[in-house]
């Protein structure tokens, strides 16, 4: 039996009837991940399979994650393309590295942690002189709220969230 789907585009490509085409006029897409972790590994596997160039930024050396190379500083891998995600706001790092992520072109940044509490990088960034507005650039929560546990949750939620706001849907970051 041949179906047809006049009605939906999207449904030809669901059946592998069509080519899958770019949305929103972007070619090249990055998802950053700084600071490897478990969220990290997945966000960075996923993210590929979504398309996105994947980068590692981990600062410290003795950390890593296998299958994806670290890079030691911002330079030249985070652009306008480029979606930013801190997957730990323990490290003590956050705020040197978010302050030069908001000297970057990128796109949007974000940093996990729960919103019931203020996040420990309004002080950090706060303490190296970063302006209140600049500061609210950084998106906390991130992800879908969608109660994600683990890893892998954590990842497909941050991902749908950043694919929402990129395409101007509601499923965006609001909780």
Do not use: Y
């Not at 995600?85 to 942690?113: C, N, Q, Y």
């Not at 996040?119 to 609210?136: I, K, N, Q, S, W």
Request: glycine share 12%; proline share 10%.
């Amino acid at each position: 039996m041949t179906h047809t789907h006049d009605e939906d585009p999207a449904c030809e490509v669901a059946h592998g009837d069509a080519p899958v085409q770019e949305t929103g006029g972007e070619t090249g897409r990055t998802l950053v991940a700084v600071f490897a972790s478990p969220v990290a590994e997945c966000l960075l596997r996923l993210g590929a399979e979504l398309g996105f160039r994947p980068v590692l930024l981990e600062p410290d050396p003795a950390r890593g994650l296998d299958g994806f190379p670290a890079v030691r500083e911002i330079g030249g891998h985070v652009d306008a393309t480029a979606d930013v995600v801190l997957t730990d706001h323990h490290r003590d790092e956050i705020g040197p590295v978010l302050r030069d992520l908001l000297k970057s072109p990128a796109r949007w940044i974000g940093i996990m942690g729960s919103p019931r509490h203020v996040g420990p990088h309004v002080r950090a960034l706060a303490d190296l002189g970063v302006p209140p507005d600049e500061v609210a650039r950084v998106h906390r929560p991130i992800g879908l709220n969608i109660g994600s546990r683990t890893p892998p949750e954590i990842a497909v939620a941050t991902l749908a969230g950043l694919i929402a706001d990129r395409n101007g849907r509601p499923g965006g970051f609001a909780f």
